[in-house]
């Protein structure tokens, strides 16, 4: 069976606040506006986005479970759970779907705790710092990543 032309994009904590606070670190667009330039980036490789944005980690997981099914990669911005969360780290690794991480901010050029990552190595793509065209980057790159995988 072919793998489905759909994505998940995961937004972490907080990130439901983009545009709304703090527009000197992560700019002015809001969610929708990131969820949108997914939504394009992958429309224009003929793929799709299934969104899901939430301050609740159990939440994330059970979307990143279902993924395993429904999807051909996960797109994701983990927010501060990126330093933090063995949990989210062990359903990307459980699902074994090429994963791409995406930080709106350098955050290696921020506080050192936010220099670790608990997803870098279980990621194939990692765009850092690009603002919100990271996910539009970030979407083209996990999609050759995938295209890369049928061919092999
Ligand atoms: O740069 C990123 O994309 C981050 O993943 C954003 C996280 C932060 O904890 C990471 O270190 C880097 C924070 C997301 C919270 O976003 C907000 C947006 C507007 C106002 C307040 C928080």
Redesign the pocket.
């Known amino acids: 069976m072919s793998a489905p032309r759909r994505l998940l994009l995961v937004n972490?904590?907080?990130?439901n606040?983009?545009?709304?606070?703090?527009p000197e670190?992560?700019g002015t667009a809001t969610l929708a506006d990131v969820e949108r330039i997914a939504a394009d980036a992958a429309a224009a490789r003929g793929f799709d986005v299934q969104a899901v944005q939430s301050n609740h980690e159990g939440v994330l997981i059970d979307a990143i479970h279902a993924a395993r099914t429904e999807c051909a990669g996960i797109v994701i911005?983990?927010?501060?759970l990126?330093?933090t969360s063995v949990v989210l780290r062990d359903a990307l690794s459980g699902v074994a779907l090429p994963v791409a991480e995406?930080?709106?901010?350098d955050?290696y050029a921020?506080e050192q705790f936010?220099q670790v990552s608990y997803v870098r190595d279980v990621a194939a793509v990692h765009v850092i710092g690009e603002g919100v065209a990271g996910y539009a980057t970030a979407v083209n790159l996990l999609i050759d990543v995938i295209a890369g995988q049928s061919e092999g």
């Open positions: 972490g904590p907080n990130l606040l983009l545009g709304v606070r703090e670190v992560y911005n983990p927010g501060g990126t330093h995406v930080h709106i901010s955050v921020r936010r």
